[in-house]
């Protein structure tokens, strides 16, 4: 196949990029070169929008955040738009100034491109699946709507009362993987229906409400001396956290203290 496609009035394209001769005014050059920043900017400031409504969702729905968060994926969407902002400057004011050759830029855009591919390739071979089972049909910007579940003020307390004895005899909060779906399941009812009565009966979602059993729980084993042998983090993974960060960083929110000065605290001697 031909590396090189000629158009009227000094236009061609090489190598997939365009190329134009000293003699084609530059505002036929902006016409050609601009919508090439510009509307992948619009695309990554789209991604950047859908990235955020996900993240937001994510404590309803979910008792943990690693490798699903998809914080990657937010800096790598803000580096792709950070790239055309400035490949939009280089188009727009670089031709006059002679900053850069139009030509060798569209070059080291694709490069560029080329390696945002393989990292997306690759970190999303790695991402752990949410798959549509775990997440809802409706994905709205703001609280999950109840008008649609059915669920009365009096069902959603009772509802609420058998989660409860649910999570004390059967414990699935030690579960990591723990996900509204899942706990929906084991009881029996949609997953909609036991969000709301959550949410309305605890005043909080899925994720701080899964997370409260876990550090009551590292709490009591903290202080078993049956368990000494423990380290903190080996406590923390046998009550359902996933990470030391994450353990650290919930356990200080609702204790106020770290898991170490609380055990010292609590300690008999």
């Given at each position: 196949?031909?590396?090189?496609?000629?158009?009227p009035?000094?236009?061609?394209?090489?190598?997939?990029?365009?190329?134009f001769?000293?003699?084609?005014p530059?505002?036929?050059?902006?016409?050609?070169?601009?919508?090439?920043?510009v509307?992948?900017?619009?695309y990554?400031f789209?991604g950047?929008?859908?990235?955020?409504?996900?993240?937001?969702n994510?404590?309803d729905?979910?008792?943990?955040t690693?490798r699903?968060?998809?914080?990657?994926?937010?800096?790598?969407?803000i580096?792709?738009?950070?790239?055309?902002i400035l490949?939009f400057?280089l188009?727009?004011?670089?031709r006059q100034?002679q900053?850069v050759?139009?030509?060798n830029?569209?070059?080291?855009?694709?490069?560029?491109?080329?390696?945002?591919?393989f990292?997306?390739?690759?970190?999303?071979?790695?991402?752990?699946?949410?798959t549509k089972?775990?997440?809802?049909?409706?994905?709205?910007a703001?609280?999950?709507?109840?008008?649609?579940t059915?669920?009365?003020?009096i069902s959603?307390?009772?509802?609420?009362?058998?989660?409860?004895g649910?999570?004390?005899k059967?414990k699935?909060?030690l579960?990591?993987d723990?996900?509204?779906s899942?706990?929906a399941?084991?009881?029996?009812v949609?997953p909609?229906?036991l969000?709301q009565?959550i949410?309305?009966?605890?005043?909080n979602n899925?994720?701080?409400?899964?997370?409260t059993?876990?550090?009551?729980?590292?709490?009591?084993?903290?202080?078993?001396?049956?368990l000494?042998?423990?380290s903190?983090l080996g406590?923390?993974y046998?009550?359902?956290?996933?990470?030391?960060?994450?353990?650290?960083?919930?356990f200080?929110?609702?204790?106020?203290?770290?898991?170490?000065?609380?055990?010292?605290q609590?300690?008999k001697?």
């Open positions: 196949m031909a590396a090189n496609f000629i158009y009035n000094g236009i061609s394209i090489r190598y997939g990029y365009p190329h001769s000293s003699d084609v530059v505002t036929v050059v902006y016409i050609f070169t601009l919508p090439m920043a509307i992948p900017g619009i990554a789209m950047l929008a859908v990235l955020r409504a996900y993240r937001k994510l404590p729905h979910y008792s943990y690693e699903i968060s998809l914080n990657w994926l937010k800096w790598l969407v580096s792709i738009l950070v790239l055309f490949l400057l188009i727009r004011f670089g100034q900053v050759n139009t030509e830029l569209f070059t080291y855009v694709g490069t560029a491109l080329s390696i945002y591919v990292i997306i390739g690759y970190m999303g071979m790695s991402q752990e699946s949410t089972k775990e997440m809802p049909d409706e994905k709205p703001g609280p999950i709507p109840y008008k649609k059915g669920l009365d003020e959603a307390a009772q509802l609420y009362q058998r989660l409860l649910h999570m004390e059967e699935p909060y579960r990591d723990l996900s509204l899942i706990l399941q084991q009881i029996g949609n909609n229906q969000s009565a949410n309305q009966k605890s005043a899925f994720f701080v409400f899964v997370n059993y876990r550090v009551e729980e590292v709490k009591t084993k903290l202080l078993d001396p049956d000494s042998h423990l903190i406590i923390a046998e009550c359902g956290f996933r990470s030391k960060s994450a353990f650290n960083r919930i200080k929110t609702q204790t106020g203290i770290g898991p170490l000065e609380y055990q010292k609590n300690s001697n």
